[in-house]
């Protein structure tokens, strides 16, 4: 079963514009990790952000931070003052806290920033 | 510090050959995943470490994918009789621990070519 769904595969934005990532996720589980990671064209994955099922307040990072609306499932992760360099492959993952220890990731969204 | 490291970085091999992926992963870091990633897609699970312990290998495809790490620090991915549909990006991946919160810390990747 799916368990991270990202439904936009492209995002055309312009530089120095807010950008939302969406990201809706599915489990039973009450303890969970939701993670955002960018993968630039290089290759390598970069860890950005991180929220826990239990934290109350909104994860932050520099200019990332985590929209998570946990009634319904989902954890946006929102870009604030896109750069060029923001131009990248985004993934979202989740892990449960019981037993699987594993990083489930979504399809992904290809974000581009223009000049 | 030394990220991930992942060796060869490039391999393409005939359809039928036998090939070893490695990763070394960062120093202390107990808990070792691999990935496969296709074009446009997000990473898949193949197998999780816990040490010298295979913790989780439900993501193997099937009997061909072998994983090992013999002293609980490299790994190497094993792969027999190649399909042209093993190519992909091979990604490892570590991390200090395992708890829900610890995000994985990625190497460059294996691009694994069958031709």
């Known amino acids: 079963a799916q368990k991270i769904t990202q439904t936009q595969p492209g995002m055309f934005v312009q530089e120095k514009e807010a950008v939302t990532l969406d990201c809706t996720y599915d ?89 | 510090g030394a990220g991930v490291s992942q060796t060869p970085s490039n391999k393409v091999t005939e359809k039928g050959k036998y090939v070893e992926l490695r990763c070394d992963p960062i120093s202390g870091h107990t808990a070792l995943y691999w990935y496969r990633q296709s074009l446009g897609q997000g990473p898949e699970f193949l197998i999780y470490f816990q040490g010298t312990g295979a913790a989780d290998d439900s993501g193997l495809p099937n009997d061909r994918f072998f994983a090992v790490r013999p002293e609980g620090s490299v790994s190497t991915l094993k792969i027999q009789r190649t399909e042209r549909g093993d190519s992909a990006v091979y990604l490892c991946a570590s ?16 691009r694994l070519t069958v031709t």
């Open chain 1, 27 to 115: 489990t039973s589980d009450p303890s969970y990790g939701l993670f955002w990671y960018k993968q630039p064209s290089s290759g390598e994955m970069i860890f950005l952000i991180y929220q826990g099922s239990y934290d109350q307040q909104n994860a932050t990072e520099g200019r990332y931070s985590l929209n998570f609306q946990k009634a319904r499932k989902s954890a946006n992760l929102v870009i604030s003052a896109s750069q060029l360099g923001d131009s990248a492959m985004y993934f979202c993952a989740m892990r449960e806290g019981s037993g699987a220890q594993k990083l489930v990731f979504g399809q992904g969204t290809r974000l581009t920033i223009n000049p």
């Open chain 2, 95 to 110: 991390s200090p621990q395992t708890l829900v919160g610890s995000p994985l810390h990625f190497g460059n990747g294996t």
